[in-house]
């Protein structure tokens, strides 16, 4: 056989991701593998996605179970761990209805095409427009990178999608505009993960919930990074009392299995009626065994609580931190998810801590974003904090 050496030269995978020198190939609990047997410290979580640690018990052994049965059928049967996760979600969020995807895009894209549907079936109002914020991230489909608030994510992928609006994030003065707008809905995250891990001011939130009652907007919270308990509470709009009319999740659904949903009160979900939206592999026998494992365990186990205590415990450490290193300007976030705002390259940070069995993720060019699972415990934090400190000295040294 004759070999292209041009051709064999490129990697197989397209490149779309700026990679670290790591090849993982084993996780469990708080830690992961490389493929040469070395062990790190995982604070990235899959980026928020492995929320009760890598491979936990309680959901292997479900999804273990489906496996034996029945991996996948159409959405044009009833599927039995679809219709018991929908109920779960329904019962512990304001929602009442829930549409299953594979993936977090996608739930905001069935969110948009949901606010479409309302607007113009529902209120009848026409060219219905979705105001998001500046610097949101909610996603790589055309719909959703046109949503999503940065620039450089749109680069190069023009015509975008007509219908969205920009507004700034945590600014009550420019909500005068989202009235004048008349949108049909507002989509926002509560805490902007991607974009520097920036949470939202809860009176400002409070106030844009009262414009979108007033003037019948929908209010759709994109809870795909802070959902599942990441926050410290399962969705992160239970700290700002309000009740979305929309909210997406994905990421930590699984545990690692993907999943994505949108869950809907019954006034916007009116919107949708048989063959306005569907998915092939939405709410699979296998994904729902991993998602229903995964909101059983998190409502019925101490997680939250723990989350919670460990993230005070973090903060403290991260203070201390803050009060040797200069470079260190502000600590944010909410529950376990955490920035560092730092005076240097955080990417550079980020690929040196590799180097001291670490993995954590940027979240922009001068934050640092630290993601736990939420099954973290205080010897890890400890383990975690030295794997750091050590990192910055050898930095400050100049290594
Ligand atoms: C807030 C938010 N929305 C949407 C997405 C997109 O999710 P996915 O990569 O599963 O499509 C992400 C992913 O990082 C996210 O953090």
């Not at 009740?243 to 916007?268: H, R, T």
């Not at 990417?347 to 939420?374: D, E, M």
Request: glycine share 10%; charged share 20%; hydrophobic share 40%.
């Amino acid at each position: 056989m004759t070999v292209n050496n041009t051709i064999s030269q490129i990697s197989p995978v397209m490149s779309t991701y700026g990679r670290f020198p790591v090849t993982l190939v084993k996780g469990k609990g708080s830690y992961v593998w490389d493929d040469n047997g070395t062990k790190f410290l995982d604070f990235t979580s899959g980026i928020a996605t492995c929320n009760l640690g890598h491979i936990p018990d309680v959901i292997k052994e479900k999804v273990e179970e489906q496996l034996q049965n029945l991996w996948h059928c159409s959405n044009l049967y009833h599927i039995p761990n679809q219709e018991q996760l929908a109920a779960m979600l329904v019962e512990n969020s304001c929602g009442d209805q829930v549409f299953f995807c594979n993936s977090g895009a996608e739930a905001n894209e069935a969110g948009i095409k949901l606010a479409r549907r309302y607007a113009n079936k529902v209120k009848g109002t026409g060219s219905p427009v979705v105001v998001t914020f500046q610097q949101s991230f909610h996603g790589r489909t055309i719909a959703t990178l046109t949503a999503t608030g940065q620039e450089k994510i749109q680069q190069g992928f023009s015509p975008l999608a007509p219908g969205f609006h920009y507004l700034p994030y945590n600014d009550t003065n420019a909500l005068d505009e989202l009235i004048e707008l008349k949108p049909a809905a507002v989509l926002l995250e509560l805490v902007q993960g991607e974009g520097g891990v920036i949470p939202a001011n809860s009176d400002w939130v409070k106030k844009l919930d009262l414009l979108c009652k007033q003037h019948d907007i929908l209010l759709m919270v994109d809870e795909i990074q802070t959902g599942i308990g990441r926050t410290g509470t399962l969705f992160a709009y239970e700290q700002f009392g309000i009740e979305p009319d929309v909210i997406s999740i994905a990421k930590g659904l699984g545990s690692g299995f993907p999943i994505g949903a949108m869950i809907a009160k019954e006034k916007a979900a009116k919107g949708f009626e048989p063959g306005s939206h569907g998915s092939t592999f939405g709410g699979n026998p296998l994904a729902t065994a991993a998602g229903l494992a995964t909101i059983t365990y998190m409502v019925e186990s101490d997680t939250l609580e723990n989350a919670n205590t460990m993230s005070e415990y973090l903060d403290q450490q991260l203070q201390h931190m803050k009060n040797t290193f200069t470079f260190i300007k502000e600590i944010r976030g909410k529950g376990l998810l955490k920035g560092l705002v730092v005076e240097l390259d955080a990417l550079n940070i980020v690929q040196k801590a590799i180097g001291n069995n670490l993995l954590i993720l940027t979240a922009g060019p001068n934050v640092i974003r630290i993601l736990p699972p939420l099954t973290v415990t205080k010897e890890e934090i400890d383990e975690f904090t030295k794997s750091l400190e050590k990192t910055f000295q050898s930095i400050e040294k100049g290594e």
